[in-house]
């Protein structure tokens, strides 16, 4: 296994492990405790499955750390392609984001404290808690929304890398620069139509898939060093 492929193989890893850690968080917490509409329900869930609900706090913050370490890996992997791009994928995948992955899990800490009703809230009474549960939970989601803006702005940068590196598939690179109009989409329908929020989840799933099939590429496939040999 060559230098390349083995560096495009540790960064595919790295992609799944975080993102993994993030999808406990963003997806699996939402679909099993939450209940929108419900806040009584929701404060419930959490209290019941409070260890669940901690974990999804900690598995966001692991994600968010850890994607500052994929895109390390990545900009490893990409620089001798053209380290300005690289630099700009570091710049908007992690250093931005992130920070507001760390702020983000503050809003979940709140949402605890207020279904758990600690003593210092007993100037609330338990509908109002409830309220307030569901109120932090939602401003977490307007904050994954506008986060949403960076994760696909990211795949510009990523995407070009690819395009131009020779060492992975050029159609993979146009794919991941599509990704970011799935991304951009899915926040400024969140904050302008959130109505057609489920509409436009399934409709931009053709384009946001594309960083699946990139991470798994790299871990199945890796980098193809003679490409690059050959483009010298």
């Known amino acids: 296994m060559t230098s390349l492929s083995q560096n495009a193989r540790i960064a595919g890893v790295l992609y799944i492990l975080f993102s993994l850690f993030g999808f406990v968080r963003l997806i699996y917490i939402p679909s099993h405790l939450i ?17 669940l609900f901690r974990f999804g706090i900690v598995s966001y913050l692991i994600g968010a750390a850890g994607w500052i370490l994929v895109t390390l890996v990545l900009y490893r ?40 009703g600690a003593d210092f809230l007993s100037a609330f009474d338990k509908p109002q808690r409830e309220a307030l549960v569901m109120l932090f939970l939602r401003l977490h989601q307007d904050a994954d929304l506008a986060n949403e803006i960076f994760w696909g702005l990211w795949l510009i940068p990523l995407g070009l890398l690819v395009y131009k590196s020779h060492f992975l ?39 946001t898939i594309s960083e699946l099939v990139f991470m798994f ?14 483009k010298a």
């Not at 209940?35 to 260890?51: D, K, L």
């Not at 620069?177 to 436009?200: A, I």
């Not at 590429?217 to 050959?230: C, D, N, P």
């Open 169 to 207: 598939p050029r159609w993979l690179g146009v794919w991941l620069v599509l990704g970011c109009l799935g991304y951009l989409g899915m926040s400024f329908t969140g904050f302008l139509y959130p109505q057609y929020d489920d509409k436009v989840f399934t409709l931009t799933q053709p384009l």
């Open 35 to 51: 209940v929108y509409g419900n806040p009584a329900a929701t404060a419930n869930n959490i209290v019941a499955h409070e260890m």
């Open 217 to 230: 590429w790299l871990v199945i496939m890796g980098a193809k060093q003679k490409l690059t040999t050959a």
């Open 77 to 116: 992997l990409f620089k001798g392609v053209d380290q300005s791009l690289a630099v700009v994928m570091v710049i908007l995948g992690s250093l931005v984001s992130v920070p507001i992955f760390f702020f983000n899990a503050v809003n979940d800490a709140a949402a605890l404290l207020f279904a758990r």
